[in-house]
Structures are given as structure tokens and as C-alpha cells.
């Protein structure tokens, strides 16, 4: 019987690597066999990818899990926000404040019970940050 066998990837993107600094370096590098420069069309298709992500985050997190946790009392929230923020180790260098900002909105929605709040946080801070640091690539 044949394991399944990963290996890693000859193309990283280079979000995931803090030490790649995206103003400074060759367009190659960052978007190999896709040209940034002047390709508006990539920021409604980011926008739309980051609006399915983020609505199946919260869902996922906020409104399935976090009531499921409910049985542990306080300590479910606490929990969530923790997983929430684990989910995101692929952006290692983020996990202090994504730590927080977790916790903070677990516990907002634990005690309003209400997604939205969190929802939109979530769609403000990451459309900000990514459709603008998008948007620089390729105005530059």
C-alpha cells in the first residue's frame, strides 16, 4: 500500500514569508506567471475571495462553534478565541494580535450573542489590509 506522500510546495506565496518585503522586491518573485502590474480584474476577484473566507470563518467559529463550547461556561468564549487564532498559525508572525482581537470578538459575541459585530470587523480589517496592500502591488 502506497502512502499519500506531501512534500513542500516549489512556490510559496510570499504573504506567508515575513522576511519578503512586497514594495521592494521583483514582481517574479511575488507573483510568479501572473503579472500584478496594472491587473485591476485580481481586486474583485480578491474582494469576493475575502468575503467567502471571512463570512465561513465567523459561521464557522462564531456562530457553529462558540455555542457548542458553551458548556464549558466562561471558559468556551476563551476557548474560541483561542482556536480562532490557532487556525491562523500560518501567518505565525500575526498570532499575538490575532490573539487578542479573538478573544475580544469571542467574547463579544458570547455576550450579544450576535454575529455581526464580529463579522464586521473581521470583513473591515481584512478588506483594508489586503485590498490595499494588493492595490499597491499593482499601481506600482
Known amino acids: ?12 506565496p510570499f504573504f ?3 522576511a519578503i518585503n512586497p ?6 518573485i511575488l507573483s510568479p506567471g ?5 491587473n485591476y480584474a485580481l481586486l474583485p476577484l480578491i474582494g469576493i ?4 473566507n471571512i463570512l465561513a470563518e465567523e459561521l464557522y467559529f462564531r456562530a457553529w462553534m462558540l455555542p457548542k463550547l458553551s458548556q464549558f461556561g466562561v471558559w468556551g468564549w476563551v476557548m474560541n478565541g483561542i482556536f480562532f487564532a490557532l487556525y491562523h498559525t500560518f501567518q505565525i508572525w500575526l498570532l499575538p494580535i490575532l490573539l487578542v482581537g479573538s478573544l475580544f470578538f469571542a467574547f ?4 450579544s450573542k450576535s454575529i455581526w459585530p464580529s463579522l464586521v470587523a473581521h470583513l473591515i480589517g481584512n ?6 496592500a494588493i492595490l499597491m502591488l ?3
Open 1 to 12: 500500500m502506497n502512502a499519500v506522500r506531501l512534500s513542500i510546495p516549489g512556490y510559496m
Open 16 to 18: 506567508l514569508n515575513p
Open 23 to 28: 514594495t521592494a522586491v521583483d514582481m517574479s
Open 34 to 38: 501572473l503579472p500584478l502590474h496594472a
Open 49 to 52: 475571495t475575502l468575503l467567502l
Open 108 to 111: 463579544v459575541f458570547y455576550r
Open 127 to 132: 478588506f483594508l489590509f489586503s485590498i490595499l
Open 138 to 140: 499593482i499601481v506600482k
